[in-house]
């Protein structure tokens, strides 16, 4: 079964700084990767995906994230953030089954833009 | 409305009392889920299910009960609710070939006294 690991549970960071926000999976098998935001009093939406191709992927809001296989990392990363980016952020992996019930989600990065 | 909505959106009861929380999408989505929040723990699987009358157990299925009578609808009961059930819940739902992605609801906070 895959896991997922966020090992930073709160990041402050002052506006129009950069910020990255750290995931890291663990699987035997291939895997789509995926960053979900929620905000407050929310559900969460999708942010971006990797499924294959290039491992750089661009997301919405100006957000990206590199998958790196050999470092089985999935860092999300956005050059300038916003007020309107304070959210919890998810990581979450799957394998490449047809299963529904193979999705792992981490336990979630509160990203915290201070005027 | 399209899309997915949960309701209630804020419930609360006592101990031992049966809760359900309803969801309901309109993309006739094939697979629907119940996913709990809870500080340090990220969302957890509580039940999936692949189509109509399709129920499956996820990772914390204990206490719960859901059925899917119709595609649309996956409701989630608490037969007799217990204090380490208060907790956000959330619903998602994604087609056949969804790869995984899923769209949520806005979630429903059930606190039990």
């Known amino acids: 079964a895959q896991s997922v690991t966020q090992l930073d549970s709160q990041v402050p960071v002052f506006e129009e700084a950069p910020v990255e926000l750290r995931c890291n999976y663990s699987?035997?098998?291939?895997?789509?990767l995926f960053w979900y935001v929620q905000y407050p009093n929310q559900g969460l939406q999708l942010l971006l995906k990797?499924?294959?191709?290039?491992?750089l992927v661009k997301g919405i809001n100006g957000f990206e994230a590199e998958f790196n296989k050999s470092q089985t990392s999935f860092h999300l990363r956005k050059p300038s953030v916003h007020i309107s980016d304070t959210a919890e952020y998810f990581c979450?992996?799957?394998?490449?089954?047809?299963?529904?019930?193979?999705?792992?989600f981490g336990t979630g990065t509160r990203l915290t833009v201070i005027p | 409305d399209a899309g997915i909505t949960q309701s209630p959106r804020y419930k609360i009861t006592e101990t031992g009392r049966q809760v359900t929380l309803m969801c309901h999408q309109t993309?006739?989505?094939?697979?629907m889920f119940w996913y709990r929040q809870d500080l340090g723990h990220g969302l957890r699987l509580i039940y999936y299910?692949?189509?109509?009358?399709?129920?499956d157990k996820g990772e914390v299925p204990d206490g719960y009960v859901v059925s899917r009578s119709k595609t649309e609808n996956f409701p989630l009961t608490l037969e007799s609710a217990t204090r380490s059930q208060t907790s956000v819940y959330f619903c998602?739902?994604?087609?056949?070939?969804?790869?995984?992605?899923?769209?949520f609801g806005a979630g429903s906070r059930l606190t039990v006294l």
């Open positions: 998602a739902s994604r087609g056949v070939t969804g790869a995984n992605v899923l769209t």
């Open positions: 699987s035997s098998v291939s895997v789509y």
């Open positions: 990797y499924l294959s191709g290039s491992t």
């Open positions: 979450a992996v799957s394998d490449r089954g047809t299963g529904a019930n193979n999705l792992f």
């Open positions: 993309w006739s989505h094939s697979y």
């Open positions: 299910s692949a189509a109509a009358d399709i129920t």
